[in-house]
């Protein structure tokens, strides 16, 4: 009886007031988050917000100092709306582990014990999977684009009247966190396809005959999800394929029944 759902059971209302609990500490745990970011500290003051925006920064602010570049907000309240953007963004991360530790919390009880051991190390390596995508873009893909793009400038010993770039904040930072974002959850590719085979869905056979369908869907993604330029779609495109082949070799290693 070990391997079975608890004798224990709970009404209707039992599990909803579970699941606004679970939500509540989650909704909470976001906003505390999010306020904290936007405190301003220290002499001069600068917020957390500040300090995350200025790392993300850092890839394109390296390329432009060697130009004497700059970065320009054009309204009023374009900055303080990007240091909500940014808080946004860090809560999000942030609080993504608390809050799949709670969506575990409400759906384990209901659980045979078997699926647990399936579903856990799953969950565990999400958060995982998405910093590692981050990682990628900001190290990797960043730097070669910004210097991509920044390549078409033209300077006064070329031109009379020179062509310089001046990015917005607001851009950039949609731009950043739409990369990060696509990164992140493309890399939760693994995670989905190794929970179809294991639960029988779909198996490392039909993944492997459906390869050339799947490169074609892969690049499809890179062209919708990222700027258009050839190196961030094709940085892109090749981790997603990878992932794909590492998930087929996985499930014919360890999901062989």
């Not at 599990?15 to 939500?23: D, F, K, S």
């Not at 010993?157 to 966190?177: D, F, G, K, T």
Request: proline share 6%; with cysteine.
């Amino acid at each position: 009886m070990n391997d079975t759902i608890p004798d224990k059971k709970m009404s209707l209302y039992g599990h909803l007031v579970e699941l606004r609990t679970r939500l509540l500490i989650s909704v909470v745990v976001f906003f505390i988050i999010f306020f904290l970011c936007l405190v301003k500290f220290g002499n001069p003051p600068i917020s957390f917000s500040d300090l995350v925006y200025i790392f993300l920064q850092k890839p394109l602010a390296a390329l432009l100092e060697e130009r004497g570049g700059r970065m320009i907000f054009t309204a009023l309240h374009e900055g303080f709306f990007t240091q909500i953007k940014v808080a946004f963004f860090i809560s999000i991360i942030v609080s993504l582990p608390i809050i799949l530790t709670q969506i575990w919390r409400f759906i384990a009880p209901g659980l045979y014990k078997d699926e647990r051991k399936v579903l856990l190390p799953f969950i565990i390596a999400t958060p995982f999977l998405f910093l590692l995508g981050a990682s990628i873009v900001y190290y990797l893909v960043m730097p070669l684009a910004w210097e991509f793009f920044l390549s078409f400038e033209i300077n006064s010993s070329i031109s009379s009247l020179p062509i310089e770039i001046e990015p917005r904040i607001s851009e950039y930072l949609s731009l950043v966190m739409r990369l990060i974002i696509a990164f992140g959850l493309c890399f939760q590719l693994p995670i989905i396809l190794l929970l179809l085979i294991k639960t029988g869905f779909i198996t490392a056979e039909w993944l492997a005959k459906r390869r050339k369908y799947a490169i074609l869907i892969a690049f499809i993604a890179s062209a919708i999800l990222t700027p258009p330029d050839v190196i961030s779609q094709v940085m892109l495109a090749t981790p997603i394929i990878f992932l794909y082949e590492i998930s087929i070799l996985v499930a014919r290693v360890f999901y062989k029944k």
